[in-house]
Nanobody
Framework: QVQLVESGGGLVQPGGSLRLSCAAHGLTFSNYNMAWFRQAPGKEREFVARINWRGDTTNYADFVKGRFTISRDNAKNTVYLQMNTLRPEDTAVYYC?????????WGLGTQVTVSS
């Protein structure tokens, strides 16, 4: 059974940092491309960042470029999202996704709240 388990969310002040983790279970992690999405209250889920299976190609949404960094450790079956210079508008539930071909899996999310 495939499981993606996000962690690392919480309450942080504007300008602060958080590192999210997503641990994958039940799949051959190194075969999968990974991504982070987020969903704020009343809004649709939106793309944040992605990294390919080898870890040598990344893409970011314009609103996080220069602030967020996606990375992966295939030995630990984990993908990370380092979030710096957080803003109140970054408040959302953050989800990780694993996909390859027709296979597509999602975690249950971790809440990030940016507030003073």
């Amino acid at each position: 059974q495939v499981q993606l388990v996000e962690s690392g969310g919480g309450l942080v002040q504007p300008g602060g940092s958080l590192r999210l983790s997503c641990a994958a279970h039940g799949l051959t992690f190194s075969n999968y491309n990974m991504a982070w999405f987020r969903q704020a209250p009343g809004k649709e889920r939106e793309f944040v960042a992605r990294i390919n299976w080898r870890g040598d190609t990344t893409n970011y949404a314009d609103f996080v470029k220069g602030r967020f960094t996606i990375s992966r450790d295939n030995a630990k079956n984990t993908v990370y999202l380092q979030m710096n210079t957080l803003r109140p508008e970054d408040t959302a539930v953050y989800y990780c996704e694993a996909w390859i071909g027709k296979y597509d899996y999602w975690g249950l999310g971790t809440q990030v709240t940016v507030s003073s």
